[in-house]
């Protein structure tokens, strides 16, 4: 149930995970530009579903995508965070992910509780990811895991939270997880600028 402008805010993750996802590909970072990509497709759906008037139609189908694409999405992603160091995933790895991603979207499917369960151990394993990032100073890290665990806070107090209501609960959860997605790129660019701007200043001679 929910009134058409509830696309709005989903719109709104669309938008914000195409601009990531490219981006993330651009860095041949594969498994975050298909784990955006994935929370992006999800929020696609649910935009159709209230802007086309479709609610009832379409609840079921949006439900599945958003909670079993979530948690195949959150994997990836947390993935990606682990390899933040190397950024670039072996063909192995990646194969590996998509092997992992159709086992858990199975999983969820038959157990429609076990995506919660799965969706939320991968976030705290990629917040984990975030603090182990290369750091110059603790501080640094603990930014980069606070950032990450927005996702967390959103998902426990502000999804379907009493005391904001349905309406401002929607938009303000879909809002915060569209700034998650961009916190994820932020999180992971300065090592990625870091490794350009080294590899700019290697000698020709070592190449």
């Known amino acids: 149930m929910g009134p058409p402008h509830y696309a709005l805010s989903e719109a709104l993750i669309v938008l914000v995970a195409l601009w ?9 970072a594969w498994l975050g530009a298909a784990g955006v990509a994935i929370f992006g497709a999800a ?20 439900r599945i995508v958003s909670q079993a ?19 670039i995933a072996s063909r192995g790895m990646i194969l590996g992910s998509i092997a992992l991603s159709i086992a858990m979207l199975v999983a969820s499917l038959s157990l429609p509780k076990a995506a919660t369960l799965l969706f939320v151990l991968w976030l705290i394993v990629a917040i984990g990811a975030a603090w182990r990032l290369p750091a110059e100073a603790l501080g640094q890290r603990a930014r980069r895991a606070a950032l990450v665990s927005l996702l967390l806070f959103n998902f426990l107090l502000v999804r379907q939270s009493a005391v904001l209501g349905p309406a401002l609960s929607w938009h303000l959860f879909h809002v915060l997880v ?3 997605l961009l916190a ?9 600028v870091a490794r350009e701007n080294q590899n700019a200043a290697t000698p020709m001679s070592d190449m």
């Open 43 to 62: 929020a696609a759906v649910g935009t159709y579903r209230f802007a086309s008037g479709h609610i009832e139609a379409l609840a079921q189908l949006h």
């Open 69 to 87: 694409g979530g948690a195949c999405a959150m994997a990836l992603v947390a993935l990606q965070l682990a390899l933040g160091r190397t950024r």
């Open 184 to 192: 994820v790129w932020l999180v992971l660019l300065p090592s990625s």
């Open 178 to 180: 569209a700034v998650w």
């Open 20 to 28: 990531v996802a490219l981006r993330f590909a651009r860095k041949r």
